[in-house]
């Protein structure tokens, strides 16, 4: 995702279908067409049954559209691309349930492990900021 795409979008947490397809640039057809192929897209449903996206699923239906065209990919191939994003995040999550080892005070301290764990860290750290973003 582009950084200037996320910030084209208004400061808010949830969008109804119609800001959707403003912002998106497509009509709202073709959003609920691309919910269905798409597994990251899943807006909720308000208590009057219009479909409320969050700012993540909007931020996908961007990438979405400059991956099918801008860059020209077919849905097939759009969903290759973005599915190889996803182990990635699974790997990072991965790391973040892995459990520590304890330290121990006997051991030396290796820098490169040291800098990788905290590179690690932050990452994590990260995404944690910006999961508490969206929930407000």
Same mark, same amino acid.
Not at 27 to 37: G, T
Not at 105 to 113: C, L, N, R, Y
């Given at each position: ?41 899943? #807006? &909720?449903? @308000? *208590? ?6 969050? !700012?993540?699923?909007?931020?996908? %239906?961007?990438?979405? $559209? ?36 304890? #330290? &121990?005070? @006997? *051991? ?6 040291? !800098?990788?764990?905290?590179?690690? %860290?932050?990452?994590? $750290? ?11």
């Amino acid at each position: 995702m582009t950084t200037t795409a996320r910030e084209g979008l208004p400061d808010k947490l949830y969008f109804r279908i119609g800001e959707v397809a403003s912002l998106v640039g497509v009509e709202p057809h073709v959003l609920r067409y691309w919910e269905r192929e798409f597994k990251t897209i899943r #807006p &909720t449903k @308000s *208590a009057k049954g219009q479909r409320v996206y969050s !700012r993540r699923d909007v931020e996908s %239906l961007m990438r979405v $559209r400059e991956l099918l065209y801008a860059e020209g990919f077919t849905i097939a191939g759009a969903k290759k691309k973005l599915g190889r994003g996803a182990p990635e995040v699974e790997a990072a999550h991965a790391v973040a349930a892995a459990p520590l080892p304890a #330290p &121990t005070p @006997s *051991a030396p301290v290796d820098d490169g492990e040291a !800098r990788k764990l905290r590179a690690t %860290l932050q990452e994590l $750290r990260g995404e944690i900021e910006a999961f508490l973003g969206e929930l407000g």
